[in-house]
Structures are given as C-alpha cells and as structure tokens.
C-alpha cells in the first residue's frame, strides 16, 4: 500500500470525509418529525380542548416520547466511563522487513483514527479518578480495512486465561447485595478474589502504584498486553509488543488529591482532554514496538505468550515507528465515543495474533458483547465504526440493515453473479493467518511457563523510587484496610511476602497484623485443584536488574516541560498588575495556563486601577484541580489572608507537592499555613518566594514546575 505524502493527507482526513455524511446541523433549519414533517408547535401536545385530555392520534407526541423512552443502550459491562478523540497517526520509521502493513509501510504516511480513553470497573457517569486500570483503545481506518489497538495503561493483566475475566470483573464491580462500592476496588470481593489468585500479584503491583491515578490521559502509557505477530511480505512472523509512549511524559496526582477531584470535578480526565484539543494543544504519543525474532520465542525465563508478563525494555528495546496526534474532539459523544465498537480482532494484513490464551478468548468476547449492546449484527455500519476501505460480502440483513445490496446473489461460490465479491490472493491483500505448525493434544491446563507470579512483581516494586514505594504501601494499606474480612486481609499479607518482605511488613503493620510465615495456599479454597494441581507459583525467572522504565519518577518519558499546566493565580482586590501580567505572559509563553482565582467571580482591581477577569472563586474551585500555584503581591492581601478557602487551597497544595511561587506581599499569605509550620525559614525547594523582584523568578518556578511534584517535602506531610 505505497502512498505519496500528498495522498497521504488526504488519507488523513478520509475519516472525517466519510463521517461528514451522517452528520446534520440544525441551524437555520426547520423542525421536523422523523419523518421529515414541519413541526408547527413543539410545546402543546394535541388535546380535547384545552383543558382536556390528550388525543392518540398526537402523532408528533408519540413519536417525540417513544424516542426519548429508548434512548439509553446498555453500558459497556467493562470500560463503561470513557472519553475519545478524532486524530492521526503517523509514520516515522516504516518497518517493511517486519510487516507488511499498509499503514506502516512509508515514512510520513498518515491514518485517520478514533482514540478511546476509559476507566475499567465504574459505571458510565463514575468519576475519571477511580484507582483502576486506563483502556487505551486505537481505531485505525487504514486503506486495508479496521484496525483496532485495544491495550490498557498497564502492561500486564490480572489474569491468565480468559475463563477467569468474568470472575475478576464480578469480584472487582460493585458487590451484587447492595451495589456498594461503585468504581472501587477497595472492598471485600475483589481482595478475596485476588487473594486466592497469586498470578494476579504482578498487575496488583501496578494497579496500586501511581500508574492507576493518571494525571490526565494525555500523560499517560499504552500497552497493548498481549504478544501480537508482525507478518511481512515473506510470510515471515516476529512476535511484537506495542507501546504508545505520551510527549508529555508519564505523569499521576497523589491519592488523597485523586479521591478530592472525584467530588470537586468528577469529569476531570474529559475535560481535560476536551479543552487541550479545544485549545489546539494537541495531545500526542509515540508508537513504539518491541520485536523478537520467532526463533526467540523460548529464549526467555518467562513464556511471551503470558500476559502476566513484560518484556523489560533492557532486554528487548523500544524501536519507535510512528506518532499519534489527537487533534479533533467528537460532534456528538452517543453517535461516536459510547457506539465506537472496539475489538482486538480487528487486524488488517501484516498484523496476527499469538496463541496468549487471554487474547484468544478476548477474540470471542469483542463481537459477543456488542451485539448486546449495540443490538445488531450490523454495527459496523455505525458511521464511526464503518471502514474507509470497500465493504463487500454476502452478510445479509438483520437489525438497522442501512446497506442496500444490489443483485439477486447472496452466496458464494455463485455464477450468476459472475463469481463476485471475489476473493483476494495474498498478493491482492487478502488476509491469510500466519501458518503456525500446531501439533497438540487437546488440554484444560496451564503451561508450567505460566507458573512463577512474583518475579516480576518484585522486579516492579525494586524499580519503584521510595517515594513510589511508599505510595504502593500507602495504596495497599487503604485498600486493605476497606476490606471487612480479616481472613482476606492476611492472605493478602502473604502473598505480599513473596513480593518483598519489607512491602509486606509495611503494609501488615498498617492493617495491624503479622506477616504468616507462609502464605495461605489457594488451593484450600479449591484453587488450582485440577486433575495435576498445577497452579502453585514457581519461581522461574532469574532476579533481574531493576528497570527505570516501570516506575514514573525515573521514567524516561517524563518531560520537564510544563506545557498545557493549569496554575492557579490567587488574586484579591488591589493585586500587583506588573507581578501578574509578567507571570501571566510567562505561562503563555511556556505553553501552560493560569487561571485568576479570587473570593468573587467579576473582576477585581489592580494595584494600578486595572481590571482583571476572574476565572473562578474560592468556592467553586480547589487546589487539586491545579497543578501549581502563583500568588501575585499587593498591598491589600489581608483580605484573603485569614480566608479558610484560601488557607485550604495553599495546604493542599504543600500537602500534595506541588510548586508554589509567591512574589512580594504574596508571601505573607504562607505565614498561616504549612510552609510556615513545616519549613524552616520558608526552606523547600517547591517554594519560590521572591520579596524584591529578582529577575530569575519565572525560571526558577518554571523549572520547579517542570519537576512535576516536589517529592523531597513528601516525608515532612
Ligand atoms: Fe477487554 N473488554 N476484555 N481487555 N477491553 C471490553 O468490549 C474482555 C482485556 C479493553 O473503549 C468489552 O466493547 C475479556 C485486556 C479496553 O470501547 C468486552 C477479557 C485488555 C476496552 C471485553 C478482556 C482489555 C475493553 C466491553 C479477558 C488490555 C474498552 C465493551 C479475556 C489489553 C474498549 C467492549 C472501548 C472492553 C472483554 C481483557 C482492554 C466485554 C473477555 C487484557 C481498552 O468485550
């Protein structure tokens, strides 16, 4: 699939092309039924007189409510909250030797895709903050057909084997008695659970680190999971994990500001998304692959097809292929975010699948579920789940059928049709799965490949910096410490202790209990009591080097660029106008925003007689929804300076690491809070004061912002 750069931007919009027929726009419009009739009153229904009762015959009515009544289609049974956005992606090392796909073979070539963010165990209107894993789904309209990237910000899962996904998913949603807690893990069913599933330690390990309280979607990692298969034009397979590696580097919020955003702005994630597209900051990620040659497919101490497994990237790099920019939010989120139909089943040429016993049943789930939730066979023909590429098949009818198929033949093979739609050969794209020679009998078991759960568990935990580990601790303990059922919580504490002795210590002593000796075998509650009771752990893998690339401290995709930041600019009546406008022009050019937050929406009046617009007040808005905080001088900051919004809003933002930077009388407002409580003549390296107007200011609190959070000062809060 050769393409020119200038057919290649025309690709690049292909979707939009194709979407722009199904959408409408009322404007200057009349109003009118589904049936295409002028409404003359839309407020009155028609009635035997007016005070009368309603008429059957009120067409208009009917029509109107029976519309509304079925509006609502069942949520996703996972990843039912999320948020997406229109893009492309990018070339910019084309890798032929390694597959032949048409979208990956040319540099700078471009395709048109439909990014999906979400969170796993919440309902549809739960909030972005949960501690959960990301979905991280990619809809490609390549020239060769859909295909759909499905991965999660995590990149392993709980579980092994297909079978055992509806029972995570039963244990880790809200308990079926009462429907309590809602998107939570902390509660009694998903810790027995994963208490009697060793296998899930390495993901739990991840799921309760910072990984599961991103910052925003546009700072975080995506992994596909699973070992797919790059084929090339030879017919030749190299097994392949895919990584999507965010510009802005990896970035989380701390749990007690995580729980706080839940209540002040549940939607955060959305909007954050919504506003940087809006504002043309483009959120963007590169793609990168890591490849293994199919003669190493045993080479490692762990099995490639385990998705409780990665590859570390000191083993395997990360060769970088391509870029993702998301550069449009959607018209309408029904038509396009809640009915884009995901599936891992969704491969064009050049892309396969591996024998990963998870993938495997996922490839029957994705079709399964939409079909109860979006009602039909014919789902692909939603607009954004259609093809850009050519559809052609004898598939016939069924619910919503919009194709209108022309001939009398529905078959194949057929004469009368003259033998079409034909089959392609391989060299005319058509699909053929890569050739793997399987020789087998026919089991219910698990690989002993499969068998060691707490190697790269303690890999992750030994590549986490203290202030990581810590968080990890501090997670485990409140999770834990939510569950009711002491049973669950020891044997949770032992299967700790095959991680890492300290961890368990740590978190034992939270939960006010002693580590056991041994941990409690599952298999006394039925676990792994198959035929040859093969599912006790077993170390396998050699101890290995711990990794930067697991934590997000020492990640080397963190960036110190504060680019699209929110800082908030605590602003009074009789506000230094120079000190504002200097550091308000700074933010600009650095890329990040401000926002005036003052204890009236308005203005308010600047020292030289000004005004300035205020965005939002102490009341309606709060230090967790920023990221820094400025405080411009003025003589009159004693007005805020014993307000309680005011004073919460700076220990909040000191609790949470986060820079403050305070100029001229700025500084006295720090005189009732924790800076001055906890820091030794205003020492900490997240404080930026600065009393005589040194010129290095910006800098300074610049360079501190970019360092995200200031974790030094974590110890003292
Ligand atoms: Fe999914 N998953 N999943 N999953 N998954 C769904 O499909 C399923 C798994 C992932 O934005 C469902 O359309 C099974 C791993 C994402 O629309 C459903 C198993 C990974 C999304 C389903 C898994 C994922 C889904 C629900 C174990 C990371 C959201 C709605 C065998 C690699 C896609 C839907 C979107 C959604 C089944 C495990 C990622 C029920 C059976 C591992 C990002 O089909």
């Known amino acids: 699939m050769k393409s ?55 067409f208009i009515l009917r029509e109107k409510i029976t519309h509304f009544d079925h509006e609502r ?51 549809r209107g739960s909030t972005d903050l949960a501690r959960d894993v990301r979905g991280f789904s990619v809809k490609f309209y390549t020239e060769a057909g859909i295909y759909d990237f499905v991965g999660n910000n995590i990149p392993v899962f709980f579980i092994q084997d297909a079978s055992k996904f509806p029972d995570l998913i039963h244990a880790v949603k ?31 390990m991840w799921a309760m680190s910072d990984r599961s309280i991103p910052r925003s979607y546009r700072m975080m990692e995506g992994f596909g ?56 900051h483009f959120p963007e990620w590169e793609m990168g692959v890591q490849l293994i040659p199919e003669a190493d497919e045993s080479k490692y101490d762990f099995d490639l097809l385990d998705p409780t497994k990665l590859i570390p990237e000191e083993l395997v790099p990360v060769t970088i292929i391509g870029r993702m920019v998301l550069n449009r939010n959607p018209d309408n989120f029904f038509a396009e975010t809640e009915q884009v139909a995901f599936h891992p089943g969704h491969v064009v040429p050049g892309i396969d699948f591996s024998n990963d016993p998870l993938l495997q049943g996922r ?66 794209g058509g699909f053929a799965s890569f050739n793997e020679r399987i020789d087998a009998h026919k089991v219910r078991q698990r ?94 893998l050699a101890p290995q080097q711990p990794s930067d690339t697991l934590g997000m401290i020492r990640n080397p995709t963190v960036s110190p660029t504060i680019e699209t930041r929110k800082v908030a600019i605590l602003c009074h009546d009789g506000v230094n106008e120079t000190q504002l406008s200097a550091f308000r022009a700074l933010l600009v050019e650095k890329g990040a925003k401000g926002c005036v937050i003052a204890p009236h929406m308005g203005f308010v009046t600047t020292d030289r007689g000004g005004a300035v617009a205020v965005e939002a007040t102490f009341l309606n808005t709060s230090s967790v929804l920023f990221d820094a905080v400025y405080i411009p001088g003025g003589t009159a900051i004693s007005i805020i300076a014993e307000d309680p919004d005011v004073l919460d809003f700076i220990n909040e ?39 005589d107007g040194q010129k290095d200011f910006g800098q300074r609190f610049v360079e501190a912002m970019g360092r995200h959070r200031i974790w030094d000062r974590e110890p003292k809060v």
């Open 653 to 691: 933002a000191y609790k949470h690491c986060k820079v403050i930077g305070a100029e001229g009388e700025g500084i006295d407002l720090l005189a009732n809070t924790y800076f001055a409580s906890k820091t030794s003549n205003n020492e900490d390296a997240g404080l930026i004061a600065d009393r």
């Open 4 to 58: 020119n750069n200038a057919r290649s931007d025309v690709h690049q919009d292909s979707k939009k092309t194709d979407l722009s027929v199904n959408t409408a726009d009322a404007n200057n419009k009349f109003m009118t039924t589904n049936q295409g009739v002028r409404v003359n009153d839309d407020n009155n229904s028609l009635k035997a007189g007016d005070r009368g009762p309603s008429l059957l015959e009120d």
């Open 174 to 204: 809200p308990e079926p008695h009462n429907e309590i807690p809602q998107a939570a893990s902390a509660h009694d069913t998903f810790w027995d659970f994963i208490s009697l599933m060793p296998e899930s330690m390495h993901m739990v």
């Open 363 to 428: 490839l029957f789930s994705y079709t399964d579920t939409q079909l109860s939730r979006l009602g039909s066979p014919n789902f692909h023909e939603i607009p954004i789940n259609r093809s850009i590429s050519p559809t052609h098949n004898h598939q016939r009818d069924g619910h919503m059928r919009q194709e209108i198929n022309t001939g009398r033949v529905s078959y194949h093979p057929n004469s009368l049709g003259g033998g079409c739609p034909y089959q392609a050969r391989i060299a005319e």
């Open 447 to 540: 690989s002993d490949s499969f068998s060691d759960h707490f190697s790269q568990a303690t890999l992750f935990f030994n590549s986490q910096t203290e202030v990581e580990q810590g968080h990890i601790i501090k997670a485990l303990r409140f999770e834990l410490s939510k569950v009711e059922t002491t049973a669950i919580r020891v044997r949770m504490v032992g299967l700790l202790s095959q991680v890492d002795a300290g961890l368990a210590e740590k978190v034992a002593l939270g939960l006010g209990l002693p580590v056991p000796s041994k941990p409690e075998s599952p298999m006394n509650h039925g676990v792994g009591a198959d035929a040859d009771g093969s599912q006790e752990p077993k170390p396998l």
């Open 73 to 123: 289609i069942p949520e996703r049974i996972v990843h039912a909250r999320g948020s997406a956005a229109h893009g492309f992606f990018e070339v910019t090392n084309p890798i032929p030797q390694f597959t032949k796909a048409g979208f990956l073979q040319e540099k700078g070539q471009k395709t048109p895709v439909f990014t999906r963010f979400s969170t796993v165990a919440g309902s």
């Open 225 to 280: 999971v699973h070992t797919f298969r790059f084929i090339n034009e030879q017919h030749e397979s190299h097994f392949v994990k895919i990584h999507w590696k965010p510009k802005l580097g990896t970035h989380a919020v701390v749990w007690d500001e995580a729980q706080k955003i839940s209540g002040k702005d549940p939607d955060f994630h959305r909007r954050d998304l919504w506003e940087a597209i809006e504002a043309g």
